[in-house]
């Protein structure tokens, strides 16, 4: 398990982003594929973020280790943005805190998982299923 952070949001019905922290295995290869082939029902992933800060992620919400909920945290901490474009200008410079940030939203029609790599130094989101072909 590596200690690469990472954001994982979802836009809600109401178009607000709810985001929470992985603190460990955020990579491409790591968190992003979990979230690309377990996380592909919209409320899954509510469950997930509805976690708070997690330290590792699961296949499942359930298998999934909040400090919240395992760690019994006093605080359930869940960042909430007013829409898309704003969690788009918040995260834009996350870079020295976090290496990917990961956004599940309504994109070209449908929801779908989009990543901002900040290794590469493009600040754009990006399909996740492109982004894990590379």
Request: aromatic fraction near 12%; glycine fraction near 6%.
């Amino acid at each position: 398990m590596t200690d690469t952070q990472c954001m994982i949001a979802v836009q809600e019905k109401d178009n607000t982003v709810s985001a929470v922290l992985l603190e460990h295995g955020g990579e491409l290869a790591q968190a992003g594929k979990t979230l690309l082939d377990s996380y592909q029902d919209y409320e899954q992933v509510l469950d997930l973020v509805n976690l708070g800060d997690l330290k590792t992620l699961g296949q499942t919400p359930a298998s999934s280790h909040s400090y919240w909920r395992d760690s019994h945290e006093d605080d359930k901490i869940i960042e909430t943005y007013a829409d898309t474009e704003v969690f788009d200008r918040a995260t834009e410079d996350q870079g020295d805190y976090v290496e990917y940030c990961y956004l599940y939203c309504k994109y070209e029609g449908n929801f779908q998982w989009l990543v901002r790599d900040f290794k590469t130094g493009d600040k754009r989101f990006k399909s996740l299923a492109n982004a894990l072909k590379h």
